[in-house]
Antibody
Framework: QVQLQQSGPGLVKPSQTLSLTCPISGDSVYSDNVAWNWIRQSPSRGLEWLGRTYYKSKWYNDYAVSVKSRITISPDTSKNQFSLQLTSLTPEDTAVYYC??????????WGQGTVVTVSS | EIVLTQSPGTLSLSPGERATLSCRAS???????LAWYQQKPGQAPRLLIY???TRAPGIPDRFSGSGSGTDFALTISRLEPEDFAVYYCQQYGGSLLYTFGQGTKLEIK
């Protein structure tokens, strides 16, 4: 059974950087035909896909246009996990952040979510 | 950017009734890569349907998906008490890669 167990801080100050990690159990970060994604959810923006990383002979990344200049998603192969870094935070980035496995061009396994509040 | 519009915003039905939820895309969805999710309060979304009509593993057969192009539907044949939740559609394709609808709340009448 695949599980994603998120970790990271819940309160971040404006202009700072959000860092979240997502250890994977029951699957490998190298798995074929899957991608490792970050998605966030807020009342104002709904569900918003942020980006993904995946391995196909080498590592690839894709990012949403709305955050492309501020986001990095990277695998940590030694720990079988992946991470999110989002810089220059504003209150608009307040949301529940999910790490999610992508399969069949949908999202089949979700982490439990981390409530992130951007406030001074 | 492909925008997904779900209707109705809220659907009030009783257990045992049939529910039909709609998802309309502003442009044709590539390859019919359209998925449906169920979300209950305090929980992450749960994948129900992918590829417009394929049930995800472990999903009861009372859930079915249909449609192609720009018009898609999720049908729940006989509502069980645990089916009352918020439902989202999601598509793959376009410059944003993945987008979600705004959701339909299915509530007990």
């Amino acid at each position: 059974q695949v599980q994603l167990q998120q970790s990271g801080p819940g309160l971040v100050k404006p202009s700072q950087t959000l860092s979240l990690t997502c250890p994977i159990s029951g699957d490998s970060v190298y798995s074929d035909n899957v991608a490792w994604n970050w998605i966030r959810q807020s009342p104002s923006r709904g569900l918003e896909w942020l980006g993904r990383t995946y391995y196909k002979s080498k590592w690839y990344n894709d990012y949403a246009v709305s955050v492309k200049s501020r986001i990095t998603i990277s695998p940590d192969t030694s720990k079988n996990q992946f991470s999110l870094q989002l810089t220059s935070l504003t209150p608009e980035d307040t949301a529940v952040y999910y790490c999610v496995r992508g399969r069949w061009l949908a999202f089949d396994v979700w982490g439990q979510g981390t409530v992130v509040t951007v406030s001074s | 950017e492909i925008v997904l519009t779900q209707s109705p915003g809220t659907l009030s039905l009783s257990p045992g009734e049939r529910a039909t939820l709609s998802c309309r895309a502003s442009q044709s969805v590539i390859g019919n890569y359209l998925a449906w999710y169920q979300q209950k309060p305090g929980q992450a979304p749960r994948l129900l349907i992918y590829g417009a009509s394929t049930r995800a593993p472990g999903i009861p057969d009372r859930f079915s998906g249909s449609g192609s192009g720009t018009d898609f539907a999720l049908t729940i044949s006989r509502l069980e008490p645990e089916d009352f939740a918020v439902y989202y559609c999601q598509q793959y394709g376009g410059s944003l890669l993945y987008t979600f609808g705004q959701g339909t709340k299915l509530e007990i009448k």
